[in-house]
């Protein structure tokens, strides 16, 4: 109950773009309260740590980004829809990972201000 999930994932070639989904599984009323909250996105290569890759507010007010990503992925929301994107464009090898969705009280780059967490979304770039 309560859980985020991930869509949009994929194999692309370098320099093409994908946008990544986050929804409420199930649609409850657990599920969608974490829409309510500061969502962002995280991603895993193998071998590497977990590492933040862009989050806003609830507001839309408060919008961060890795410096890795800047300029070329946007993150977004629509409340009513209650789904997270990240519409990632010019992408390069160094993206393969797997990209995580997560929702938590405060827009931050650490992990550990995160409850809530997506299993996440494949995403491949080749060069």
């Known amino acids: 109950q309560g859980q985020l999930v991930e869509s949009g994932g994929g194999l692309v070639q370098a320099g093409g773009s994908l946008r990544l989904s986050c929804t409420a599984s199930?649609?409850?009323?657990?599920?969608?309260?974490?829409?309510?909250?500061?969502m962002g996105w995280f991603r895993q290569a193998p071998g590497r740590e977990r590492e933040f890759v862009a989050a806003m507010s609830w507001s839309g007010g408060s919008i961060r980004y890795a410096d890795s990503v800047l300029g070329r992925f946007t993150i977004s929301r629509d409340n009513f829809k209650k789904t997270l994107y990240l519409q990632m464009d010019s992408l390069k090898s160094d993206d393969t990972a797997v990209y995580y969705c997560?929702?938590?009280?405060?827009?931050?780059?650490?992990?550990?201000?995160?409850?809530?967490w997506g299993q996440g979304t494949q995403v491949t770039v080749s060069s």
């Open positions: 199930g649609r409850t009323a657990a599920s969608e309260q974490r829409f309510t909250y500061a």
């Open positions: 997560a929702a938590g009280g405060v827009v931050d780059d650490s992990s550990s201000s995160y409850h809530y």
